[in-house]
Structures are given as C-alpha cells and as structure tokens.
C-alpha cells in the first residue's frame, strides 16, 4: 500500500485472502496516518483510500458479522467467494455462509459469482 505499488500500476488487480486479514479494520488508520505524517506520502501520492478501494478480498472469514463488515466496508463488487478447499480450513459450506448474510440479494448475487460474470464476459 504505502510502497506505492497500487499507484504505479494501474491495471493490477490483487485480492487479498482471508478477508484481507488486518487491512480492513485498519483503513481509517491509515487515512489518518496518511493526512497527518510525512512518511506515508513518500511514495504514496494520493490517499490510501484510493489504493484500498482497488483491492479485492475473500469470504474465508468463519464469522457472520466479520464478512458483513467487510462487505459494507469494501462493497460487495470487491468481495469475491472463497472456500480454501480442501484444506482443513476451508470453508465447505461457502455459498450457504453467503447466502445467510443480512445483506441485499444484489449484493450476495455478485459475491456468489455475478462479478465473474461481468469480468469474464467475452467482449464482442
């Protein structure tokens, strides 16, 4: 983020496992870090905020309420279905932990694969 990798490379498109681990709590730190210190301009020029908003994330997150956080915090278009199958870890019941989230059919249609949908649809 604040190596300014996001910002010289426009067309990169990261996602982040496991819900993005600590970033997503940490977004308005950084924002404030951002507009109050030297350091973090060094190689960041425009608000990390424009950075974070390029990232995706994950749905291995095994709590309700965390994936709920993180879909209204990244927006559903940035959150992206994941299993870990078949690591013990792994979440088998993916799309059944998606489909019982407090939120929008809209949005759950695009985590459980409308976005793929857009993204991969042939052009022509």
């Known amino acids: 983020m604040f190596g300014g990798v996001l910002e010289r490379h426009p067309g990169l498109k990261v996602c982040l496992s496991h819900g993005g681990g600590f970033l997503p709590y940490q977004a308005g730190r950084f924002r404030h870090g951002h507009a109050v210190r030297a350091e973090p301009k060094v190689n960041l020029k425009h608000p990390p905020q424009d950075s974070i908003g390029r990232l995706f994330y994950d749905t291995i997150l095994h709590a309700k309420p965390t994936l709920e956080f993180l879909i209204a915090s990244a927006g559903a278009g940035h959150v992206l279905l994941g299993s870990d199958y078949p690591f013990d870890m792994g979440n088998l019941d993916c799309v059944a932990r998606v489909e019982a989230l407090d939120i929008a059919t809209a949005d759950r ?16």
Do not use: N
Not at 109 to 124: M, N, Q, R
């Open 109 to 124: 249609d695009l985590i459980l694969g409308g976005y793929a949908d857009v993204v991969l649809e042939p052009s022509g």
